[in-house]
């Protein structure tokens, strides 16, 4: 990973992201590409409404950006390449576009929090790009503290998984010389259902994953959420790793996806492969 994109939104989850980023390209000898949009209202042309001109706002994100910039290598004295850009038009768009015009490797996002109308109703920038974008997206809660990824959790329901899918968190647990655990969180009745060697077969993880420290583990829960909280809490894991799996348009509406939701209840940085 040699290019993490940033989004910046100036908001204090986006603020904590940034630092996060500052701290994880120091790991991984990475660029940081501070990235904004801005939105450009559409008024009625009757409408007594002045509208700041593009240019003018584009030099306001501008300067903003390039305080964030100023304080990240204030803080950071050994980090020079971290670069600022800006865009006008809908930012989850904006974000995907840009992601490939600048080669990201990595998209490090901030998430702020639980909260009912939000989680539920509205959603966020952060969880659509992590549902839209190909790229891996790490979120960031804005109360979460950076510290070395020594124990990641790999989240999953042990169906195949495509080895390229995985090279972002093998990568991550090469650069920290990493434990990684795969928890799969099953329900009373399917757990004696359930025989983990079988389970291991479906999975089939690749010659290149097999070469790190990695363990398999069951837990046992009524809600996925929770679930994987709770094992979190209990081993002292600093990254969870899920994958958005394809819902139809019908299931969607009716079933809120574990992704979605564990971004807002993460209390650690959560990295979301895309399938």
């Known amino acids: 990973m040699k290019t993490l994109l940033v989004p910046v939104d100036f908001s204090q989850a986006s603020d904590n992201a940034t630092r996060y980023a500052a701290e994880l390209s120091?790991?991984?000898h990475a660029r940081i590409v501070l990235?904004?949009?801005?939105?450009?209202?559409?008024?009625?042309?009757?409408?007594?409404?002045?509208?700041?001109?593009v240019d003018e706002m584009e030099e306001s994100a501008m300067l903003r950006l390039k305080k964030v910039r100023e304080q990240i290598l204030q803080n950071r004295n050994d980090l020079t390449d971290v670069e600022c850009a800006c865009a006008s038009g809908f930012a989850v768009d904006e974000i995907g576009r840009f992601a490939g015009e600048c080669r990201a490797d990595l998209?490090?996002?901030?998430?702020?929090?639980?909260?009912?109308?939000?989680?539920?109703?509205?959603?966020s920038?952060?969880?659509?790009?992590?549902?839209?974008c190909s790229l891996p997206v790490l979120v960031i809660d804005r109360n979460v503290i950076f510290r070395p990824l020594e124990k990641m959790v790999l989240a999953c329901d042990y169906k195949h998984i495509s080895?390229?899918?995985?090279?972002?968190?093998?990568?991550?647990?090469?650069?920290f010389d990493a434990q990684v655990s795969v928890l799969h969180v099953v329900d009373e009745a399917s757990r004696e259902e359930?025989?983990?060697?079988?389970?291991?077969?479906?999975?089939?993880?690749?010659?290149?994953?097999?070469?790190?420290?990695?363990?398999?583990?069951?837990?046992?829960?009524?809600?996925?959420?929770?679930?994987?909280?709770?094992?979190i809490d209990k081993t002292g894991m600093d990254l969870v790793v899920m994958i958005p799996r394809k819902k139809s348009l019908l299931a969607s509406l009716f079933t809120e996806p574990d992704t979605k939701r564990m971004a807002f209840h993460a209390h650690i940085p959560l990295l979301s492969l895309h399938e």
């Open 107 to 123: 998209i490090v996002m901030g998430m702020q929090g639980a909260g009912s109308l939000t989680e539920k109703f509205i959603g």
């Open 194 to 231: 359930i025989d983990l060697s079988v389970a291991m077969k479906d999975l089939q993880l690749d010659d290149s994953f097999r070469q790190l420290d990695y363990s398999c583990h069951f837990a046992t829960a009524s809600d996925v959420v929770e679930g994987i909280n709770d094992y």
């Open 35 to 53: 990235f904004h949009v801005f939105y450009i209202p559409v008024v009625a042309a009757d409408a007594a409404v002045i509208v700041p001109a």
């Open 26 to 28: 120091k790991f991984m």
């Open 163 to 175: 080895p390229s899918l995985l090279w972002p968190l093998k990568d991550l647990a090469r650069i």
């Open 125 to 132: 920038v952060t969880t659509a790009v992590m549902r839209t």
